[in-house]
């Protein structure tokens, strides 16, 4: 059974760190590229990041690119956001889910980042 | 970015009658390989997004044959054959096609009469 068990969320001020993190476990974790989607409070849903299998090539939409980034451990089948700069409108329920190339099939259950003063 | 575009926006349907939603991107979405990535997914309040098709019209295992995908290009349906109560929540398209970014539509509140 596939499953991603994410960790990390919390409240942080401006321009402050966060870092989230999604292990998983039930599937080959090194066969995937793995994505991060968020979901700011009764909003829609927003592709914020992904990293490839081998963890060379993460790519970032345009909103968090310079200040997010993220990388694998494939040794720990896990993934982690590292979000940096972080900005009020960045407040949102981060989800972590499994590629399976042009489409999100497993997500997580989410962790909740809450920027605020 | 290609602009998904959902229609309705909010459904309110008598249980045992069908549904349907209307999805449009602003580029076409037949990829070099010949394949739309469009995926639809279903969200309760309070959970994750479930997917429930991929590739327009593959369910995923689980989904009920109530669910069914169809269209091609920039014009995309999910229809839902007799609306059952599970069924409330929020869906919504997203296309995998033109990466990064993948991008989804608005979302469509489905609601029971």
């Known amino acids: 059974e596939v499953q991603l068990l994410q960790s990390g969320g919390g409240l942080v001020q401006p321009g402050g760190s966060l870092r989230l993190s999604c292990a998983a476990s039930?599937?080959?974790?090194?066969?995937?590229?793995m994505a991060w989607i968020r979901q700011a409070p009764g909003k829609g849903l927003e592709w914020v990041a992904a990293?490839?299998?081998?963890?060379?090539?993460?790519r970032f939409a345009d909103s968090v690119r310079g200040r997010f980034t993220t990388y694998r451990d494939n040794s720990q089948n896990t993934i982690f956001l590292q979000m940096n700069s972080l900005r009020t409108e960045d407040t949102a329920l981060y989800f972590c889910?499994?590629?399976?190339?042009?489409?999100?099939?497993?997500w997580g259950p989410g962790t909740l980042v809450t920027v605020s003063s | 970015d290609v602009v998904m575009t959902q229609s309705p926006l909010s459904l309110t349907v008598t249980l045992g009658q069908p549904a349907s939603i209307s999805c449009r991107s602003s580029?076409?979405?037949?990829?070099?390989?010949?394949?739309?990535?469009l995926s639809w997914f279903h969200q309760r309040p309070g959970q994750s997004p479930r997917r429930l098709l991929s590739?327009?019209?593959r369910r995923d295992s689980g989904v009920p044959d109530r669910f069914s995908g169809s269209g091609s290009g920039s014009h995309f349906t999910l229809e839902i054959s007799r609306v059952e109560a599970d069924d409330v929540g929020i869906y919504y398209c997203?296309?995998?096609?033109?990466?990064?970014?993948?991008?989804f539509g608005q979302g469509t509140k489905v609601q029971i009469k």
């Open positions: 039930g599937f080959t974790f090194t066969s995937y590229s």
């Open positions: 990293v490839d299998p081998s963890g060379i090539s993460p």
């Open positions: 997203m296309q995998g096609s033109h990466w990064p970014p993948w991008t």
């Open positions: 590739q327009v019209s």
């Open positions: 580029q076409s979405l037949v990829f070099s390989d010949g394949i739309n990535y």
């Open positions: 889910a499994r590629d399976d190339y042009g489409s999100a099939d497993f």
